[in-house]
């Protein structure tokens, strides 16, 4: 049953996103809206095209930041292509693991510096199974590496999030002020804990003895890369600002249909919808995306119909965004072809 489950999961999800992007898109009056003759201005495509391919560029130095930190090098340029090609995954490539799983078993074989004579086929790797309590040490600091990364994105999010709360929170109900400052609250609280479990020295002594027994005691470099002082202040700077780009570049999309929508709103929007995605309920985001954003948007005068083509827009930049990575992944392709017996 459960491998069974596992086979029709992806088929499924499809299903959800096309069932999620009938449900934004069925009560929209279409013909009234094409007879509205919106005037499309493709620049603010074109520059929320940009503000994407920055903030993946700003994530991908944000992960190679801490990567470098535990020894896990390769050029710049080598990290961003693991890392849209991570993206690409994500859209909805078929595969058994997902593209951070991806990206921190090729950092961990160092494929960035060029191809390794060990090297497995693409396909291999991509339907392979991962058990980290058989794993090299150098792959469970990838690992930790990219659980870092993802977890500063997470902290940036809730952080945008809860000042969009405290800014717009009036609109949605009486209390969502009251809750942004809950959240921000919680995320400094969490900052300081951190700070004091890598700075005070007993706390440290026993943080790094389980590091030792799990085989990997550089991972507190990482750690303290990422969550010691004073690097925590430029990281959170850094997630939050990638989040601002990302943003910037929906609101720019909304901006090409007309609408002019406060940025707050979009800083309530995209953050909860971010934790949303979180679920495995559909692809990418795709359907998810748009019942959410046209139903808070609504709020604020947006019509439902103007946000899904928003929303949509906003999908396909960031699929063009990873596009590169296919580059990368061709020539991973070709890499582990041309290993003998493959």
Known sequence: MKKSLKLVWPYLRIALSVLLLWLAARNIAWDTLARSEIAIEPGWFLLGLLCLLTANALAAFR????????????????????????????????????????????????????????????????????????????????????ALDRMLGLTGNIVLGALGLILAGSV???????????????????????????????????????????????????????????????????????HVVTIASLWLCLRAFGPWVPFEALMVGLPALSILMILPISISGWGLRETTLSAMLTLWGVPAGTTVLASVSFGILGLLVCMPGALFLFRRRKAGHALPGQ
């Open 172 to 242: 949605i109900a009486p209390w969502a002020q009251t809750v942004g400052w809950m959240l921000l609250a919680a995320t400094a609280g969490g900052a300081i804990v951190s700070i004091c479990l890598l700075g005070l020295r007993p706390a440290r002594r026993v943080l790094l003895g389980i590091l030792d027994r799990l085989g990997m005691e550089t991972a507190i470099n990482a750690l303290r890369t990422a969550l010691g002082w004073p690097q925590i202040l430029p990281q959170l700077a850094l997630s939050a600002g990638i």
């Open 63 to 146: 992960w190679g930041w801490i990567m470098r930190s535990v020894d896990l090098h390769g050029s710049w340029l080598g990290i961003f292509g693991l890392y849209l090609s991570g993206g690409l995954i994500n859209q909805g490539l078929p595969s058994t693991i997902g593209g951070d799983s991806y990206r921190a078993i090729e950092a961990s074989r160092q494929a960035l510096a060029g191809p390794s004579a060990d090297l497995p086929s693409l396909s291999d790797e991509l339907h392979s199974r991962i058990d980290l309590n058989k794993a090299t040490p150098r792959l469970r600091l990838s690992f930790v590496a990219v």
